[in-house]
């Protein structure tokens, strides 16, 4: 059986800044109201026969939205990203967020940022495609630790009405 969470009656949403670097259109600052759809399937199970919970997906999804809201999401790992007095081989994310300010340049633009301000994301690029995937990989890595009866977690984060995109996790 499969299980559908629609994102905006759901209000799992979240307005952040990005920047695709290289991109001629998307590679300077610019930001999106996101929302985020969700699809489950999997064998009913437990006490009340649910595939899972919906108040556990919305409120997992729910948290991540809220992580990433109003802040400047940063691809950690993309190669056109030059941080100060960071090295993405040796380092640790964790070690960008403890500092008070970020610096780095993007085709020779430089930029200093709160850190406070920014979410740092283990990802190559902040597209939709890339999002989609850390929220399914994500959801899925939290829901397993509940769930056994799952067969694959889909997230469509969509940048507005009629465009994102969507990431499915196998099980």
């Known amino acids: 059986m499969?299980?559908?969470?629609?994102?905006?009656?759901?209000?799992?949403?979240?307005s952040s800044a990005h920047v695709i670097p290289g991109h001629e259109?998307?590679?300077?600052?610019?930001?999106?109201?996101y929302f985020v759809d969700i699809e489950i399937?999997?064998?009913?199970a437990g006490e009340f026969e649910f595939v899972v919970d919906?108040?556990?997906v919305k409120g997992l999804t729910k948290a991540i939205c809220?992580?990433?809201?109003?802040?400047m999401l940063i691809p950690v790992y993309n190669d056109l990203i030059d941080f100060k007095d960071f090295d993405k081989e040796k380092d640790?994310?964790?070690?960008?967020?403890?500092?008070?300010?970020?610096?780095?340049?993007?085709?020779?633009?430089?930029?200093?940022?709160p850190s406070v301000d920014c979410v740092f994301l283990p990802l190559p690029y902040t597209s939709a495609e890339e999002l989609s995937k850390f929220f399914a990989e994500?959801?899925?890595k939290k829901l397993s630790e509940t769930y056994d009866n799952l067969e694959y977690v889909a997230v469509c984060v969509n940048e507005?009405?009629?465009?994102?995109?969507?990431?499915?996790?196998?099980l």
Request: with cysteine.
């Open 66 to 71: 809220d992580e990433l809201d109003h802040r």
């Open 2 to 14: 499969k299980i559908l969470v629609n994102g905006i009656q759901s209000n799992l949403r979240f």
């Open 41 to 44: 399937e999997g064998e009913r």
């Open 25 to 33: 259109s998307c590679g300077f600052i610019h930001g999106h109201s």
């Open 138 to 140: 994500t959801l899925a």
């Open 54 to 56: 919906f108040k556990d």
């Open 160 to 170: 507005g009405i009629g465009q994102g995109a969507m990431y499915r996790k196998d």
């Open 92 to 113: 640790s994310i964790f070690d960008l967020k403890k500092a008070k300010s970020v610096y780095f340049k993007i085709d020779g633009k430089g930029y200093a940022l």
